[in-house]
């Protein structure tokens, strides 16, 4: 006598149908991205201390920062009315990156629980839909965390670009949290286990913070650290959202950073991180190909 087996609600994920025709990869590639998307978002709302503690820890930054240098001497930190206002911008930077630097986790513990494994031998239009969904997560949550973070700073004194500004400081977040994704998915796909994309994070996670110029201006630093400053990805993230607090004027040729090679412009910061964010995912796709395959 056979017996009929009832699935679990609880464990059935479901998401939107998206009509798709035969043979129409793109609404079977947009399908697939919203289920594994959701997925994402289900764990969170299970466990929401990772999005807790990443909206928390910006703004005790803000706080204690913002209160340490209270009574630095007026044009200490450059144009900047006060420190909230020069740090804000740092804080940011700071938290979508750190963000998009963890969003090879959850694909690393797919990998160890097996899950990964029924993913890739799930009949998928295409198999970077689980790398997409990774990355709208994260992309996300940065967007969350930034809101919040503008949000408060705007509270404690440090203004408000006005919505073309907004829409800019949305845009850089977008490209930082792209190429910085991009090389944490990479990471998660060649490393061993989450012990080792643990190590690397917390390695290279506040070094590139400090020899940023998220703390401090670039004319405060020693000259060998200025020019690891102009290297480092962030700094160019962080210098336009920084002009955008202080200017409300502003073009894409504004300057933005003072270089020990040159001037930068907003402009030439913006494809700055366009080609970061390019080179990044570029340089995981052999990866994921030999993994996919």
Not at 52 to 68: D, N, R, S, T
Not at 220 to 231: G, Y
């Amino acid at each position: 006598m056979s017996q009929t087996v009832t699935p679990n609600p609880a464990t059935v994920l479901t998401t939107p149908r998206v009509e798709t025709s035969p043979g129409n990869p793109i609404g079977e590639f947009t399908q697939e991205t919203l289920a594994l998307t959701k997925r994402l978002f289900i764990q969170l709302k299970r466990r929401p201390s990772s999005l807790i503690a990443g909206v928390i820890q910006p703004l005790m930054w803000l706080i204690l920062f913002g209160a340490l240098f209270q009574n630095a001497p007026q044009g200490m930190f450059g144009e900047s009315v006060n420190y909230a206002q020069f740090l804000g911008a740092g804080v940011i930077v700071f938290t979508a990156f750190s963000g998009a630097l963890n969003a090879g986790l959850p694909i690393m513990f797919d990998r160890e629980f097996g899950f990964l494994n029924r993913l890739l031998v799930a009949p998928l239009s295409t198999r970077f839909s689980i790398v997409v969904a990774s990355a709208i997560y994260i992309l996300l949550l940065s967007f969350i965390q930034t809101a919040v973070i503008v949000t408060a700073g705007a509270f404690m004194g440090a203004g408000l670009p006005g919505g073309l500004g907004l829409g800019a400081i949305a845009f850089i977040t977008l490209l930082l949290v792209l190429g910085v994704t991009g090389l944490s998915l990479g990471l998660a796909f060649a490393l061993p286990g989450h012990i080792e994309l643990l190590a690397v994070i917390f390695v290279i996670n506040l070094p590139l913070l400090f020899a940023s110029t998220a703390l401090a201006p670039l004319s405060f630093m020693p000259k060998w650290l200025q020019i690891v400053a102009t290297l480092n990805p962030l700094s160019y993230a962080i210098e336009p959202i920084r002009y955008l607090y202080l200017h409300s004027d502003w073009t894409l040729s504004s300057i933005v950073m003072q270089a020990p090679w040159g001037e930068v412009s907003f402009g030439s910061a913006l494809g700055i991180l366009a080609g970061f964010a390019a080179v990044a995912l570029l340089s995981i796709q052999p990866l994921l190909r030999r993994t996919f395959a």
